[in-house]
């Protein structure tokens, strides 16, 4: 028996098996961004997770001229991709304006063993990549982080989290930075950013997202990203707005959590970014 939805059901599930589109794409942008911009530091812990996470990042580069560094925390846990998936990584980087970076300045190089086991045991290799992090800060002195939150469902998501509040201390930052943590394998309990993203920003997040080939051939994740980010502009009208109020008008969004560290970490503001608003004061020391 048919239902009143069953055109709209088979619309999303054509939309997840279209033939894929080319890729051969001019950059977002060719402006770069300022010698003096502040800086937009992603910890992305596997690459794919700075365009999976990215619309934040778009949005302070594109729209508020900041640098943005997608710091390549893992390669992924198998030897035979890493090489391709760093490159990878550059040809998303390359198309959303970002710059990509090894956490130990090496090209093609990153971390290993990055998991909450090793956290725990707190071992020899863990605690070097903890000041690797650290020297990193140090060289990129970034005014905002991006990074997966504490229990962000992955263990290296989760891990990446845990070296990044180890590093930060150590990193001495003379600037108050703002922790955005980012939401994909698990939502979070208390997201305070919600921001809406235009059709254009999803499509940009869905092609970087696609240029990391061989991670799309096993699993579309670029082509799920619309859905995830609809069902935010769901949970963000309640979990970031109050329980109960008004719907936002948001079609997409993207949730972040929000910490503040000026030597000791807070608990940043909350707000509801609509399309056309302009950005809270990422740089105000009002926070
Ligand atoms: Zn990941």
Avoid at 48 to 65: F, K, N, P, T, Y
Avoid at 95 to 115: D, M, R
Avoid at 172 to 187: F, I, P, Q, V
Wanted: proline fraction near 7%.
């Amino acid at each position: 028996m048919s239902t009143p939805f069953d055109e709209m059901v088979n619309a999303y599930q054509n939309a997840l098996s279209s033939p894929e589109p080319s890729l051969a794409l001019t950059p977002i942008s060719s402006q770069p961004a300022a010698n003096d911009a502040p800086c937009c530091l992603i910890c992305a812990p596997h690459p794919d997770d700075e365009s999976l996470v990215g619309g934040l990042a778009i949005r302070m580069r594109h729209q508020e001229g900041w640098r943005v560094v997608n710091l390549a925390i893992t390669l992924g846990s198998r030897k035979d991709r890493k090489q391709a998936r760093w490159h990878e990584a550059q040809a998303a980087c390359n198309y959303l304006g970002f710059e990509l970076a090894s956490p130990l300045g090496i090209q093609e190089q990153a971390f290993e063993n990055i998991t909450l086991d090793a956290f725990e045991a707190q071992s020899p290799q863990w605690l070097s990549s903890v000041t690797e992090l650290a020297t990193q800060l140090q060289i990129f002195k970034p005014r905002m982080i991006i990074v997966p939150h504490a229990l962000d469902g992955h263990t290296t998501h989760c891990a990446t989290y845990h070296l990044l509040m180890q590093a930060l201390p150590l990193a001495k930052l003379t600037e108050r930075c703002h922790l955005l943590l980012s939401e994909y394998w698990n939502t979070q309990l208390s997201p305070r950013l919600m921001l809406a993203l235009s059709p254009t920003e999803v499509g940009q997040m869905m092609t970087a997202t696609a240029m990391h080939i061989g991670e799309v051939m096993r699993n579309p994740y670029h082509r799920s990203l619309p859905a995830w980010l609809i069902d935010g502009a769901r949970r963000g009208a309640e979990r970031v707005g109050l329980p109960g109020q008004a719907a936002t008008g948001m079609n997409m969004a993207a949730l972040y959590g929000w910490l503040v560290w000026d030597g000791t970490l807070h608990e940043g503001p909350k707000a509801l970014v609509q399309l056309g608003d302009a950005m809270p004061d990422f740089l105000s020391s009002t926070f």
